[in-house]
Each structure stands twice: as C-alpha cells, then as structure tokens.
C-alpha cells in the first residue's frame, strides 16, 4: 500500500459569480427581513419620550422591511433564472433528488451529519444531495413568504406587482391568516439560518475541500490522489 | 316594470309626507348612494316614476343585530321611508303579519314580482343534516333561499353571517353554516360586519333602489365604496403607529394618550371597513375611539382568530397560549443546543482523530493521506 502518496488536489470552480453573488446579497436580505419582520410582529417600547410628530421609527422599519423585500424577490427570480443557464452545479437538478444516486446519498449525508458516521469516499462536489433538496425546500419557502410579504402588501401599494398577489387573501381566508403564516414562516428562516451555517462549517470540517470558502471565492477540491 | 305598483313619491304622498320632505329624502339618498349633486335630478325622476320594488327581508341563522343597526341609520329619514314605505314586504321581525298570513306575503311577492324584487338576507344558512338547524314555517332555510333568490332582482348578504358564516361558521361549525354566496349562483352584494355599518346598509339599498343595480364589488363581493380600505388606512391613531408609540396594557399612561393599539391586538391593519371614515351612530365613534381595539368583525373567519387581544393568534394545534413566537422560540433554542452538542461531539471526535494522525495509528487511508499531504 501506498503510504505517502502525497495528495494533490484539483481547484473546481463550482459557484459562478452570479451564484454567489446571490448568496450574500440574499443571506443579507434574509437577516435584515427576519430582524424587521420580527419588530414589526413585536414592536419593542423604545422612543417614548418623543411625541408622534418626532420620529417615524416604527414606519420606517417597515420601509426597510419592503425595501429589502423587493431586493430579496429580484435576486431569488434571478437565482431561478442562473438555475437554468449557470453551470452544472447551479442546475436546478441539483435541487430535486429524482435520481436514485441523489436519494442514497441524501441517506449517506443524513448518517454523516446525523449519526456522525465516517464518510466514506466522496460526496457530490457541488450541492450534496441533502442539501441541494433542504435548498429546494427553502426555494419553496422563498416563494411562501414573497407571496404572502406581497399578498399583505397589495392593501398598501396600488403598483402591479403587490397587486399581482391580490388573490391570495381571500384564498388563505383573509388577511389575518396571511399574516399570521408569513410571521409564523419567519421561523423557517431563522432555524434554517442556523442549521445551515452550522452545517456549513461541519461539512468543511469532514470534507476538507473548502466549502466555507467556496461560497466567497468560487472553487472547491477535488481529491486527485482518489483517481490515481 | 310593473306599472300597477306605485311609485316612492306616490306612496309617500299618500302618507302624508310633504314635497319637501320627499325631495329632502331624494338627496339624503342621492348622498348615501354615493352620487354626486349633478345626478339628483336622476333620483328625484327615479323616485317620482318609477314603481316602488318589492323587498323581501329574510332572517337565518343571526342574531338580528344587522336589523338593529339599520334601524339606527343616521338619516333616519332613510331608513324611515325605506321601511314604512318602499320596501319589506316581508321580513320576520318587523312584519304585522304573523303566520299563515306572512308566508303568503312572501309568496305573492315571489310570484307577482319575479325579476323585480330585492332579496336581502341577514344570516347564514346552515346545511348540516338536511338543514335542520333553521327551518321557518316547515321549509329549511335553504329551501327559501333558494326559491326566493331564484327570481330576485339583486341578493345583498346582510353582515358576516349571510356574507362569510361570522359566529355560527367558527370551528368547529356544528350546523354547516354556509354563507350565501356559496349557496346561489347569482351575484350577491357582500356587506360584512357584526352587524354592518347602519349607513354603510342604507348606502347600499339606496344605490340598487335609484340605480337599479348593485354598486362596484371587489373580488370577495363587497362594495368597493365601502371597503376598499382598512379600518387601518383612516384611523385617526394612526401617526401613533407610524411613530412606533403603542399602547402596552390597558389603562397605562399610553392607553390614556390614546396611542396606536396595535399591540392589544387591534385588527385594523387587516379590516376592510369603513368604520373610520363613517363612525358609528350617527359619526359619534368607533370603536378605537372609544378605546378597544377592532376584532376584525367585518373580516371573514374573524372569530377563528382569537384572542382578539392578541397580535397574533393562538397557533392551530397547540393550544391557546401558544403563538407562532413561542413554538419558533423554542425550535430555535432546540436548534441552537442541538447544534451546539453536535459541535462538542464532533470536536471530541475530532482531536481523537488529530492526536491519532500525530501518533501515526491510524489506518484510515483519508488521513493518511492528509498527513503525508501536510508533512
Ligand atoms: C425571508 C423573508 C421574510 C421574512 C422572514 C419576513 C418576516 C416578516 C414578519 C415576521 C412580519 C411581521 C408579521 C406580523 O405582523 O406579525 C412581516 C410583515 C410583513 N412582510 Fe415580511 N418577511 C419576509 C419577506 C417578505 C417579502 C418578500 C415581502 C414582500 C413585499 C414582505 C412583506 C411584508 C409585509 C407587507 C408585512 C406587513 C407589514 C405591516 O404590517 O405593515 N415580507 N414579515
Ligand atoms: C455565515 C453565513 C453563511 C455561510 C458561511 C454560508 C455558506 C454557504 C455555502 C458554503 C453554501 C454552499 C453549500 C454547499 O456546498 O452545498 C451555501 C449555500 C446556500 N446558502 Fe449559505 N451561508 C451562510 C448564510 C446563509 C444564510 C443566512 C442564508 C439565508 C437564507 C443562506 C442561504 C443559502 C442558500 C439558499 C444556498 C444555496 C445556494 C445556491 O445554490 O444558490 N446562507 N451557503
Ligand atoms: S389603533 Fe389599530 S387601526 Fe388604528 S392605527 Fe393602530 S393598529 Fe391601526
């Protein structure tokens, strides 16, 4: 047996500029909505001295709340769009596991993260197939909370857009309900915040091929010394 | 038209009303239909020529509070003539009429009038075990309904209870109560509220009275003149809001400024009402005025989202104290220690597997690799 093969590694660059481009601007976007929505859903007693006519705080968390919505809905329409002409691991095939080769190492990955088994031999570059579909699950969940965000926010703005969302009041049972799902979704954002980051640094630990850093500068490795 | 059935202005001067008083009516109606001066002209003709409809007032399942507040219309003039003379040939709790004698009014006017008179009804109606629940004179309610919409002219859904189910709907709904709407295939003007607005109800009668048809709806079926915007959008506490200065209980220093009661649960900025442009009895108050705040009770479904003082509902499932905060709250925590215990494990395991690599025991060929890499 070889003893000393030294490894080499092959720098692949996986996430295209657009990519994450998109991470970061919606990783922004995400933390700024959470902390917004939350002191919309639970304004804090701050500013008491002044008087209404003094100050607009209240208002203008709203404004950066809508701001950023807009932002958040452009990029992830733009994220769908590079999920058609990006680069193989920004495919949307990475999302869905309809392959069997995705289910069984959607299994492989839930033993290592899970079980905190060894990996054995190496998992897909890109995405692994866990996460490309936890992805796809907050795909959906983008969808759920613009819809909602602009469902709630067509009784304020008369524009096209927002007004485009109308119909999803009376479907959800009026208004109430839609806000009260789009508080409640809040919290898909923050658990996924936290098990994704966490999974992140997890999976650069067993892995060793970079993947926090992929996401700054493009490139992952693969393990030559494994095809020699 | 039937040309046998007289006109407003004929009938009105057979009571004894004056030239003056007619055309004082006129306009208050002119007015309440939303109409501009210009277009008085058009009524005072209306009411002068055309006959009188018939009106047909049914009562379901309610509590009556829509009649009562119609009663207390701020133009009593209004609701004056439009009960004692235009309309109600038939309605259970005004009628002289009892028994026998009643039913047969409903059916003369069904027969005599098809495709001339106004259904209104007031309360849902309920479709559970055949219709048990509310039969009137050995006919369920759905019956009537049915044979009276059938040749109605135009159908107005009186409160929450015709237009969306209100009290009787909430879950579990034992008795099927089903608004109107989803009962007949024909247009019905939606005007929710428990009850509605008094001026808001006598609003709309007027306008399908002088106009002949119902006024614009949005797409749940509600006058768009009416509600079209939140309790919210006019509320006079709403620069209270907007400064994020909010009332904490009730009865602090804040509740006695009169600050935005947003987080006592006040419904407003998910109500379409016209609540705060109108006020009530006569544009005395409204409720935020007077210090609650609004439950929401012109919205569908309103009272499956208790507790009313609450900004969020109790979350389905989980009992009554819990909000989605609470249930998020405590997911995020167990995250947060799952987490945390996941990274204690694997930092164990992994110091397990650097002291190894440095003894050079282990025999698994990735770090070996690894190693040799590093050296
Ligand atoms: C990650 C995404 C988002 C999160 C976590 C989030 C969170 C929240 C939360 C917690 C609330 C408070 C609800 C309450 O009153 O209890 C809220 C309100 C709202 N959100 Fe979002 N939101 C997101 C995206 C959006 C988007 C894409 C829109 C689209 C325009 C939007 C529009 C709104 C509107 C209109 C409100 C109501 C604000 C008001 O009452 O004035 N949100 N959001
Ligand atoms: C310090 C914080 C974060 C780091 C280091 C980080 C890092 C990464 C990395 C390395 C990937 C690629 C993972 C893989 O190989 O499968 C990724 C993907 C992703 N992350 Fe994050 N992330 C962070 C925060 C967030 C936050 C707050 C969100 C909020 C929603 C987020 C949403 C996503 C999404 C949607 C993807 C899939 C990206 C795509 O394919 O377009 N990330 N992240
Ligand atoms: S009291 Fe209610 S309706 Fe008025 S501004 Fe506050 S939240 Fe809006």
Redesign the pocket.
């Known amino acids: 047996m070889a003893n000393a093969s030294a490894a080499t590694y092959q720098r692949v660059y996986v996430w295209e500029l657009p990519v994450r481009f998109y991470h970061w601007v919606n990783a922004l ?2 933390v700024v ?2 902390a ?3 002191l ?3 304004p804090q007693s701050i500013f008491y001295a002044s008087e209404a006519y003094q100050q607009y705080w209240f208002g203008t968390v ?1 404004f950066i ?2 701001v950023t ?2 932002v ?2 452009f990029m992830f329409l733009v994220r769908i769009y590079w999920g058609f002409v990006g680069n193989a691991f920004a495919r949307w095939t990475n999302f869905i596991p309809y392959k069997r080769a995705q289910v069984e190492e959607i299994g492989e990955v839930l033993k290592v993260d899970v079980l905190q088994t060894k990996l054995r031999g190496d998992i897909s570059l890109g995405h692994n197939s866990l996460a490309g579909f936890i992805y796809f699950l907050s795909f959906l969940a ?1 969808l759920f ?2 819809t ?3 469902a ?2 067509s009784s ?1 703005s008369n524009a096209l857009l ?1 007004q485009m969302f109308r119909w999803i009041v009376p479907l959800m049972g009026g208004e109430f309900r839609v ?2 799902w ?2 409640a ?2 919290w898909f ?1 923050i658990l996924f915040a936290i098990v994704h980051v966490y999974l992140v640094f997890y999976h650069d630990y067993i892995e060793g091929r970079g993947t926090t850093s992929s996401m700054v500068g493009g490139w992952k490795f693969l393990r030559r010394s494994d095809h020699d | 038209m039937n040309s046998s059935s007289p006109s407003i202005w004929q009938i009105m001067k057979s009571k004894g009303y004056s030239r003056r008083e007619f055309l004082q009516f006129c306009s208050y109606a002119a007015v309440a239909a939303g109409l501009a001066n210009s277009h008085l002209n058009a009524v005072v003709q209306a009411f002068e020529k055309k006959p009188r409809p018939p009106v047909v007032w049914l009562h379901f399942q309610e509590c009556t509070c829509c009649s009562e507040s119609f009663i207390r219309s701020s133009h009593p003039i209004v609701a004056d003539v439009l009960l004692d003379l235009i309309s109600l040939d038939y309605t259970e709790t005004l009628q002289a009429a009892a028994g026998f004698q009643a039913e047969k009014c409903l059916n003369d006017t069904i027969k005599k009038y098809p495709g001339q008179y106004i259904l209104l009804v007031e309360g849902s109606v309920p479709v559970k075990n055949d219709g048990v629940y509310c039969c009137i004179a050995g006919k369920t309610a759905e019956d009537i309904l049915q044979e009276s919409a059938k040749d109605a002219a135009a159908v107005i859904a009186w409160g929450s209870c015709a237009s969306n189910g209100c009290i009787q709907a909430a879950s579990p709904n034992p008795t099927g109560a089903t608004p109107v709407h989803e009962l007949i295939n024909k247009p019905v003007i939606n005007v929710p509220g428990c009850p509605p607005i008094a001026d808001v109800m006598t609003g709309v009668v007027t306008h399908v009275l002088v106009l002949g048809h119902g006024p614009e709806l949005d797409n749940q079926g509600r006058p768009k003149e009416f509600y079209s915007r939140r309790v919210h959008d006019t509320c006079y506490r709403r620069a209270y809001y907007d400064a994020g200065l909010f009332v904490e209980m009730w009865d602090d220093e804040k509740a006695r400024k009169g600050y935005c009661l947003y987080k006592m649960g006040c419904r407003g ?1 998910v109500t379409y009402n016209a609540c705060s442009v109108t006020k009530w009895n006569g544009g005395v108050s409204y409720p935020i005025q007077s210090g609650h705040g609004c439950i929401g009770c012109s919205e569908a479904g309103f009272w499956d989202n208790e507790p009313f003082y609450q ?2 509902a109790s979350f389905p499932g989980f009992g009554i104290e819990s909000t989605a905060d609470k249930i998020g709250t405590t997911l995020g925590i167990g995250a947060l220690i799952g987490v945390g215990a996941h990274a204690v494990t694997t930092n164990i395991r992994k110091h397990k597997l650097i002291e190894e690599e440095r003894k050079g025991t282990t025999d698994d060929s990735t770090t070996r690799e690894t190693t040799a890499g590093q050296d």
């Open positions: 976007c995400v909505l959470i917004t929505g939350y919309i859903g639970n709203r709340h809508f919505a807009f958040f809905f983008f909370q613009s909602t965000g602009f709630l926010y304020m927002p806000r009260q789009h508080h979704m809040m954002f | 900025p900004h969020l």
